[in-house]
């Protein structure tokens, strides 16, 4: 099968990981894959954005910047439509992105199926924390792609449902969450006996996570076992969080490891005690969960229905109600006084990813199936096997 993968990616973070996952999942597969997004993507740094989308952002108005993004709709239809016309696609994949049309135009122009992976519900993110100004406008772009596309592809039933709402029909919508490389975490080192209980941190550091409520929390503990903590990433709020922990007089106990490649991030999780999502947007599939789940980690996260999909509560994680802080604490507490339980949960989560499939090669054999049935609805021709 020949993908034609269309992003509009312009940055080194949670986002490059799904896409070159995928990637490398389906050719793993044996099937050609031709990416086709904005061209400094590939030079990018880890962690770093576009230094000129940046500026945009900071220096104009939010409508002129927005405009912007809506003109980029021409360059990257045309390198769509000048990699299709040579590339002849059986199926384009799309990220979904604001702004971005290329996929269900060329899709249509070249009568293949549009598969559409669907993140976040964008433009509602972006109103919420302020930054879009022209929301209706926005709004029916993002939702014009997930009504086109052959189908759409969230990563929760959360987001499907949003997805539902739009007005997209329940049989073209089938969620395919994040998912991890099993064989990242085939070698991991045991964690040493003794020392302190280490609680871990993986990702994009943001103040809504609340992780200055564990930091306070570990400051006031003066129990047994002794507790560290090891923060891994950046953020903005990684300097306060820094700063709140000599203030408390914890520096020594709470680390900061800033950005950390993806090759290492198994070994690091795998030196965790206490794995923590200690907060999630409702609709999200955390990448975090599922290397925290792939590495045997005893984890503890919010009580929602998102995180509910993959985690269950006494049996692969410890879930806290997200309206009442202190259960969280109290969740930490009981892991890191009961080995036992910190292992079962463990075990039972990395058990969980080979039983539910939580996989990117997982996930590329179920988008090579809906492609299949996307191409013989539309051609009328057999789909071809996933060896093809």
Known sequence: MRILYSHRIRSRDGQAVHLEAMVDALRAAGHEVLVVGPPGFAQAELGGDSKAVSLLRDKLPGWVGELAELAYIV???LRLERAARD?????????????????????????????????????????????????????????????RASRVLPVTEVLGAKVAAAGVPRERITVVPNGIHPEDFAALQARPEGGPVVLGFVGFIRDWHGLDRVIRALAGYRGTPTLAM???????????LETLARELGVADRVTFGGLAAREAIPGIVSQFDIALQPASVPYASPLKVFEYMAAGRAIVAPDQPNLREVLRDGETALLFDPNNPEEQWQAILRLATDPALRRRLGENARAEISRSDLTWAGNARRVLALAAEEMFRLRGAAPRSAAE
Do not use: C, Q
């Open 87 to 147: 590339f002849r696609p059986d199926v384009i994949y799309e990220r979904a992105n604001l702004f971005h049309l290329a996929g269900t135009i060329v899709s249509a122009r070249h009568k293949v199926p549009l598969l559409l992976e669907v993140n976040a519900p964008l433009a509602e993110e972006r109103a919420r924390f302020g930054n879009l100004s022209l929301k209706r406008l926005a709004t029916a772009l993002e939702h014009l792609p997930w009504r």
């Open 230 to 240: 090891h923060v891994v990433g950046e953020g903005p709020a990684r300097v306060p």
């Open 75 to 77: 360059p990257a239809t």
